[in-house]
T-cell receptor, first 112, second 116 residues
Framework: QKEVEQDPGPLSVPEGAIVSLNCTYS??????FMWYRQYSRKGPELLMY????GNKEDGRFTAQVDKSSKYISLFIRDSQPSDSATYLC????????????FGQGTRLTINP | DGGITQSPKYLFRKEGQNVTLSCEQN?????MYWYRQDPGQGLRLIYY???????QKGDIAEGYSVSREKKESFPLTVTSAQKNPTAFYLC???????????????FGDGTRLSIL
């Protein structure tokens, strides 16, 4: 069993929809959680960075962490075609967040 | 503009050949990392360095080597011992050195390596 599981998709939704992306994990020591967005042939771009359980909002993006269920989510409101990309969750147990464990990535397409 | 520069963008390797991928950052970050990305497998850590002249193996270091002679540079050599080198290689950096807290990693735009 992988330490971090992420549904690879692909996920296709109409423009304006609310998108929910999810990861589950098995290591209860993880306490730093990140979401990256990766466009084709580009490096991952940091979207959200959270510590421990709770919610964090940034514009149209909300990151949610439930440590009791070992489950994290990224919600995208009012989705746009420019949101079409692969979304990677990543997490770390160390306080420097240096040893990251990544999910497989979910490929998302927003249809105009 | 501050950032991480990886070169070349595309690289081809012949059988038995070593190739070196370049990674340079001007963010004044202490820590640097190399990852390999394969389809459907996410990113896997090859090597990382928290400070100049020091580096640690990651989860898949076999067949790879690195050096960290300067703070801004962390080249990766893919040796002939790496039997399946075809992948997308990503370099990252973060402010964190030893004892750092809450320092997310930022990535370059990768090098795609293929076998001839």
């Amino acid at each position: 069993q992988k330490e971090v599981e992420q549904d690879p998709g692909p996920l296709s939704v109409p423009e304006g929809a609310i998108v929910s992306l999810n990861c589950t994990y098995s290591n209860s020591a993880f306490q730093y959680f990140m979401w990256y967005r990766q466009y084709s042939r580009k490096g991952p771009e940091l979207l959200m960075y959270t510590y421990s359980s709770g919610n964090k909002e940034d514009g149209r993006f909300t990151a949610q962490v439930d440590k009791s269920s070992k489950y994290i989510s990224l919600f995208i409101r009012d989705s746009q075609p420019s949101d079409s990309a692969t979304y990677l969750c990543a997490m770390s147990a160390d306080q420097g967040a240096q040893k990251l464990v990544f999910g497989q990535g979910t490929r998302l397409t927003i249809n105009p | 503009d501050g950032g991480i520069t990886q070169s070349p963008k595309y690289l081809f390797r012949k059988e038995g050949q070593n190739v070196t991928l370049s990674c340079e950052q001007n963010l004044n970050h202490d820590a640097m990392y190399w990852y390999r990305q394969d389809p459907g497998q996410g990113l896997r850590l090859i090597y990382y360095s928290q400070i100049v002249n020091d580096f640690q193996k990651g989860d898949i270091a076999e067949g790879y080597s690195v050096s960290r002679e300067k703070k801004e540079s962390f080249p990766l050599t893919v040796t002939s011992a790496q039997k399946n080198p075809t992948a997308f290689y990503l370099c990252a950096s973060s402010m964190g050195g030893f004892g750092a807290v809450n320092q997310p990693q930022h990535f370059g735009d990768g090098t795609r390596l293929s076998i001839l």
